[in-house]
């Protein structure tokens, strides 16, 4: 007899195929018929910004990061699924950022753990989505990174780490101040409240020039944290 799960499974199935059938999954971008299950068509997905290096180079900004990755540059596409999840609750778009970093995320795993010169620098314990101040949360009503970490996390079976630190002070947008204001803007601004595993991935939708998340690693490895990863959806200013 089948498994109380199996027949669920199967109905979940079976559900999932019928609501496609009357409602077809649309590309957000052209609103073509998505075959994919991250409502963006093939076509859109090939037309993205994808970096052929996923690697950053912030070599001076990114002192207390150990390795920063990031799929797609920021261009006006990658633009418009940022702040429509940003700025006008699209969840659908934070879920196919979140699948690009996603895959992103698991080559950097994949060749992180065939490459004996990496063995140095362990595979991240928890994930921590770039902290956002609670006045923000309360005007948003969520953390954008949080949404864009969710599926990384799921196929990684890696937690995510909320709680442990915090934005302690309400920073200016970074966009347009310069390198110097950024640093001066963000500094002191994060906090950590709780315990913290030797290693953690950072994750953020934008890295310009790296000032927010070198500065979080900053207070991070004040607190005992020995290995920083950055997981970024887009690298602007290259
Ligand atoms: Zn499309």
Redesign the pocket.
């Known amino acids: 007899m089948e498994s109380l799960s199996g027949i669920i499974n199967y109905n979940n199935k079976i559900t999932t195929l019928v609501a496609n059938i009357i409602y077809p999954p649309t ?6 018929q ?1 075959k994919t299950a991250i409502d ?2 093939a ?3 090939v037309d993205l910004p994808h970096r052929q290096n996923l690697h950053c180079q912030r070599p001076n900004s990114l002192k207390e990061v150990n390795r920063c990755i990031a799929p797609l540059n920021y261009n006006s596409t990658a633009a418009y699924l940022i702040k429509g999840l940003k700025y006008h609750n699209r969840l659908a778009y934070g879920r196919i950022l979140s699948h690009i970093l996603a895959e992103c995320v698991t080559k950097e795993v994949t060749w992180m753990q065939s490459n004996t010169n990496t063995q140095a620098i362990p595979i991240p314990q928890c994930i921590i989505p770039v902290p956002l101040h609670s006045s923000k949360i309360k005007e948003r009503g969520f953390n954008q990174t949080q949404e864009i970490a969710r599926i990384a996390a799921k196929m990684l079976h890696l937690p995510i780490e909320n709680k442990s630190c915090v934005r302690i002070l309400a920073t200016k947008p970074q966009a347009r101040l310069t390198y110097t204001q950024r640093l001066r803007n963000v500094s002191g601004a994060f906090a950590v409240i709780g315990s913290l595993p030797k290693c953690v991935a950072l994750v953020d939708d934008v890295i310009t020039t790296g000032a927010t998340i070198n500065e979080l690693a900053t207070t991070l490895k004040k607190a005992g944290v020995q290995y920083i990863h950055a997981w970024i959806v887009t690298q602007a200013g290259d």
């Open positions: 590309c957000v971008l052209c609103y073509g998505s963006l068509c076509e859109c997905y």
